[in-house]
């Protein structure tokens, strides 16, 4: 089974993310945290993507894509163990891609978990977690620049998948607990 968790910035993928991996044993696939991994390194890689996250920027489909496919080829055993990708796909070229590097290991998404929160919601949550986050892309101006980045090049996934028939909207305005039930409840019948 692989999974992606699909929505705004601050929706609460990576929290859910936890959840799942703990109910169905998948790998968990964040390029949020692999790309503030690599910052943290001071690698190439991290100094190229520092520069479009702190603007609120997507890093280029390009190097997504090559970045991701790197990590397939380095670990192809976590394909087999199925996979919750988080923070990927964000635009309808890297969900072709990841639609190819799938077949070659034979198997593709199942769901795709919206998380649908409010905006007002997200901007509290991630000036809230700004506070302490020590994330450059926290902070007001930078989040409103997310938001409209994620409107523009991210939003249109959703119908994207809607027509694939594999989208689960769920619920994202209420408390951790009662969304883990809700998607839970929309993941035990695939
Ligand atoms: P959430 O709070 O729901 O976990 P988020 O948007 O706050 O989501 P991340 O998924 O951790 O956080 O992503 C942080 C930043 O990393 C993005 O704003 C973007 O600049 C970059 N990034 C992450 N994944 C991708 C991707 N697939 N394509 C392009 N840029 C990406
Ligand atoms: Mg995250």
Same mark, same amino acid.
């Given at each position: 089974?692989?999974?992606?968790?699909?929505g705004a910035p601050g929706s609460?993928?990576?929290?859910?993310?936890?959840?799942?991996?703990?109910?169905?044993?998948?790998?968990?696939?964040? /390029?949020?945290?692999?790309?503030?991994?690599?910052?943290?390194?001071? /690698?190439?890689?991290?100094?190229?993507?520092?520069?479009? $996250?702190?603007?609120?920027?997507?890093?280029?489909?390009?190097?997504?894509?090559?970045?991701?496919?790197?990590?397939? $080829?380095?670990?192809?055993?976590?394909?087999?163990?199925?996979? $919750?990708?988080?923070?990927?796909?964000? /635009?309808?070229?890297?969900?072709?891609?990841?639609?190819?590097?799938?077949?070659?290991?034979? /198997? !593709?998404?199942?769901?795709?978990?919206?998380?649908?929160v409010?905006?007002?919601?997200l901007? =509290?949550?991630?000036?809230?977690?700004?506070?302490?986050?020590?994330?450059?892309?926290?902070?007001?101006?930078? $989040?409103?620049?997310?938001l409209?980045?994620y409107?523009?090049?991210t939003a249109?996934?959703?119908?994207?998948?809607?027509?694939?028939?594999?989208?689960?909207?769920?619920?994202?305005?209420?408390?951790?607990?009662?969304?883990? =039930?809700?998607?839970?409840?929309?993941? !035990?019948?695939?």
């Amino acid at each position: 089974m692989n999974i992606v968790i699909f929505g705004a910035p601050g929706s609460g993928k990576g929290t859910q993310s936890e959840n799942l991996i703990k109910r169905y044993g998948l790998h968990h696939i964040s /390029t949020g945290e692999l790309l503030r991994e690599h910052i943290a390194n001071k /690698t190439h890689l991290g100094q190229v993507a520092d520069s479009y $996250i702190s603007k609120g920027l997507l890093i280029p489909d390009e190097i997504m894509i090559d970045v991701l496919s790197d990590l397939f $080829i380095q670990n192809p055993g976590t394909i087999e163990k199925g996979v $919750i990708f988080d923070g990927f796909p964000r /635009t309808v070229a890297q969900a072709e891609a990841l639609s190819e590097m799938l077949k070659k290991y034979n /198997t !593709d998404i199942n769901a795709v978990v919206g998380l649908e929160v409010e905006e007002d919601e997200l901007i =509290r949550r991630m000036l809230e977690r700004g506070k302490d986050s020590g994330r450059s892309d926290d902070n007001l101006s930078t $989040i409103k620049k997310r938001l409209s980045v994620y409107h523009k090049q991210t939003a249109p996934l959703r119908e994207y998948y809607m027509n694939k028939g594999c989208y689960h909207a769920i619920d994202g305005n209420r408390n951790i607990e009662n969304i883990a =039930r809700d998607i839970e409840a929309s993941l !035990d019948n695939i």
